[in-house]
């Protein structure tokens, strides 16, 4: 089994920066795509950012361009998303997503979720 676990959530006031970690661990043979996504309360979940193995790709959501950065680290299985001039409309829970090689094929996995608060 996979397992994606986020870290780096929490309250922070507008204007300031939070870094989020996600680590994949377990059976993995290898991975393509990580990514974070994040839902609002009411709202759909959405694609805040995603890399592709190696780094040699990055998408962003047209709400974060400019403000977040996403990178990883292949050799550690790890996805970090380094948010600047954090408003409101930022708080969300986070979703680090995976794209993963097990020994029975490729699967999706996702992470539990970590909750970033901005307040006014």
């Known amino acids: 089994q996979v397992q994606l676990v986020e870290s780096g959530g929490g309250l922070v006031q507008a204007g300031g920066s939070l870094r989020l970690s996600c680590a994949a661990s377990?059976?993995?043979?290898?991975?393509?795509?990580m990514g974070w996504y994040r839902q609002a309360p009411g709202k759909q979940r959405e694609l805040v950012a995603r890399?592709?193995?190696?780094?040699?790709?990055?998408n962003y959501g047209d709400s974060v361009k400019g403000r977040f950065t996403i990178s990883r680290d292949n050799a550690a299985n790890t996805v970090y998303l380094q948010m600047y001039s954090l408003t409101t409309e930022d708080t969300a829970v986070y979703y680090c997503?995976?794209?993963?090689?097990?020994?029975?094929?490729?699967?999706?996995?996702w992470g539990q979720g970590t909750q970033v608060t901005v307040s006014s």
């Open positions: 377990g059976s993995i043979f290898g991975i393509d795509t």
């Open positions: 890399i592709i193995s190696g780094g040699r790709s990055t």
């Open positions: 997503n995976a794209y993963v090689m097990i020994a029975t094929g490729w699967g999706d996995y």
